[in-house]
């Protein structure tokens, strides 16, 4: 009897923690709750994280499934931090993150698990994204990396067909991603000092320069406000976008590709912030870029820990980005087979 009991804990055992930071997003926490709960893989735990929300709007324990730990913070963190300390205490396998307002279809978490296990050098797996305002349109498929350090989510606004299939993106969107809890550890999790925006990117990156692999998965669905009814770019995202691009291209690209690759990365960046200012979003990003030259000092320090520790050959992350300008312009994906 008591073998069969510590049979069945196991066999219950969570597999992962799925993670979930908040920050005024009342309105979305019903059908969130709603649709992690009708997951048909189980095996999982929930922490909601409060980002300093607004009384109104702050996540209340009676109104999250049954078991679901929640985290209330005074101050507004960031997105990175916050989740840094959400997985701090986590003791699964697996780390789940997954937006308010992103959605899963009842088989998104098996698809993540499934694939994970399949695949033990992926570090990190993505989600196909759909917008929740429009079902037949893409929110993003796997985050794409050119070679001039211009990240963008691919098929974001496309009409809706097949998914790309199974295979290595170059980042997952933290939106909706499994990261290997061993995987995340050894990477440092987030960039606390990004705020939001580009950490996933970032991230991504480290994981690839340890040796992971960072896959996409076509079963693993979810509905996201973000980029649909939401998606219009803030100040707030231009400034932190750019300054989070350039401290990304000079912390994580390797020697051999970053040299050559700055001029290509400095002006591709210019460009990006001038048609931001000419499209009436103001001087945000430039902004951005500007703070980010400003704190490159700290930035490189951390760039000779991460140079140091990494395994991957300069060959794998230059075949990891893309490099053709046709690519970055139409934002299609990049996925590759595996290997």
């Not at 922490?47 to 078991?67: C, H, K, M, T, Y």
């Not at 989600?127 to 098929?155: E, K, M």
């Not at 809890?181 to 999790?189: K, N």
Request: proline fraction near 7%; charge should be positive; aromatic fraction near 8%.
């Amino acid at each position: 009897m008591r073998a069969r009991a510590c049979h069945d804990a196991c066999v219950l055992a969570p597999l992962a923690t799925i993670i979930v930071v908040t920050h005024n997003s009342a309105r979305w926490l019903p059908r969130l709750c709603a649709a992690v709960a009708a997951q048909t893989e189980t095996r999982w735990r929930l922490v909601v994280f409060d980002n300093g929300s607004r009384a109104e709007e702050r996540p209340r324990q009676i109104d999250l499934p049954p078991g679901a730990s929640l985290i209330q913070c005074e101050n507004n963190l960031g997105f990175a931090e916050a989740n840094n300390l959400a997985a701090s205490d986590a003791d699964t396998p697996y780390l789940v993150f997954l937006n308010p307002d992103a959605f899963p279809e009842p088989g998104w978490l098996a698809a993540l698990i499934a694939t994970a296990k399949r695949f033990p050098v992926a570090g990190a797996i993505g989600s196909a994204q759909l917008r929740a305002d429009a079902p037949g349109v893409f929110d993003g498929t796997g985050d794409v990396l050119h070679a001039s350090g211009i990240a963008y989510r691919s098929s974001f606004g496309k009409t809706r067909a097949a998914p790309p299939p199974l295979g290595e993106t170059f980042s997952a969107c933290a939106a909706a991603m499994l990261v290997r809890r061993e995987a995340f550890e050894a990477a440092g999790g987030f960039d606390a000092r990004y705020f939001c925006y580009f950490e996933d990117v970032d991230l991504c990156f480290r994981l690839r320069l340890l040796g992971w692999r960072v896959l996409q998965s076509p079963d693993a669905v979810v509905a996201h406000v973000g980029g649909g009814v939401a998606g219009a770019r803030s100040a707030f995202g231009d400034f932190h976008g750019a300054r989070n691009r350039l401290w990304t291209f000079v912390k994580c690209m390797p020697p051999a590709l970053l040299w050559p690759l700055l001029p290509v990365h400095l002006i591709a960046s210019a460009l990006v912030c001038s048609s931001a200012a000419l499209r009436g979003r103001g001087f945000h990003a430039w902004r951005g870029m500007m703070a980010g030259f400003a704190g490159l000092g700290p930035i490189r320090a951390s760039r000779r820990d991460v140079q140091r520790a990494r395994i991957a050959r300069t060959d794998e992350i230059a075949r990891a980005l893309a490099w053709s300008p046709e690519i970055l312009l139409s934002r299609r994906p990049v996925i590759r087979p595996l290997r």
